[in-house]
């Protein structure tokens, strides 16, 4: 059958990207044989030219690094969810041709954490202060009832978390990254920073500790993952993350309950071919 639906993940760099893996898992469960998922390598300055070229066989986009704030100015609409973070990683075209812009890696947290039996806690702690820094925080808006620590490298990301809390109404403390061990003893650690930063934090675990939500996926388990997993306390990953936001990119670009142990499975034997 001819493909008459289209979408795609954009971003540079692209190549590793899990996401034409999931997507593609739930068109073959959900029967969608006539739909295609790809991947483009986009930057910043050949963003504009690609989405004017989209015609209506496109049913949406999912948008990575460094596309999230630059394809907002694009947008027919934007959801209260992406504006709160100023960052799209959905967009869903539309039949009559707009293009709505939606944020899922915040309710894709939310998700994976009550997945795993997290749903409220009294205070967190937050490593690193990215972009997926200020998703943390929105989904702690939902979740955290108190404070929220932030452990940074310097005073201008500590000025951004303060930003970002106030905006998204959580109360944000910020300490030094040299104090970092003191975030493992929160109820829930959520690291956020790249591959290798956290791991001489590996041996400060203590030995009771909350629960980790490591956004990372690929190496995984990072060190600070593989320490924590070994005390018995509940470990979130990068892969719980990929596939609950893709749930939620399929479900709106396709308008079908998504699979997500279909999903789930193809990510974890899709990373496992990496490591072989």
Request: glycine content about 10%; overall charge negative.
């Amino acid at each position: 059958m001819s493909v008459t639906r289209r979408a795609a993940v954009l971003g540079s760099p692209i190549a590793h990207s899990l996401s034409p893996v999931l997507h593609r898992a739930a068109y073959t469960e959900l029967g969608l044989d006539h739909w295609s998922y790809d991947r483009f390598e986009v930057d910043e300055a050949g963003l504009p030219g690609f989405v004017e070229d989209l015609d209506s066989t496109w049913a949406g986009l999912s948008l990575t690094m460094p596309l999230k704030r630059a394809i907002m100015p694009m947008l027919d609409g934007i959801s209260d969810t992406a504006a709160s973070v100023e960052a799209v990683n959905t967009v869903v075209l539309t039949e009559d041709g707009r293009r709505l812009g939606d944020n899922t890696d915040i309710p894709g947290m939310v998700a994976a954490l009550r997945e795993r039996g997290v749903e409220k806690v009294g205070t967190a702690a937050v490593l690193g202060a990215g972009a997926t820094a200020s998703s943390a925080l929105a989904a702690l808006a939902e979740i955290c009832t108190g404070p929220v620590t932030a452990y940074v490298r310097s005073e201008a990301r500590a000025d951004e978390m303060r930003g970002w809390g106030r905006r998204l109404g959580v109360d944000v403390r910020v300490a030094d990254w040299a104090e970092a061990d003191e975030a493992l003893r929160a109820p829930l650690v959520i690291a956020t920073t790249p591959a290798g930063t956290t791991d001489a934090l590996a041996g400060a675990v203590p030995s009771a500790p909350g629960t980790l939500f490591d956004v990372l996926y690929d190496p995984w388990p990072t060190a600070l993952a593989s320490r924590w997993a070994a005390t018995g306390a509940g470990v979130v990953g990068g892969l719980d993350l990929l596939v609950h936001q893709a749930v939620l990119q399929v479900e709106q670009m396709t308008g079908l309950d998504a699979p997500l142990a279909v999903m789930r499975a193809a990510g974890e034997t899709a990373l496992a071919a990496r490591t072989h």
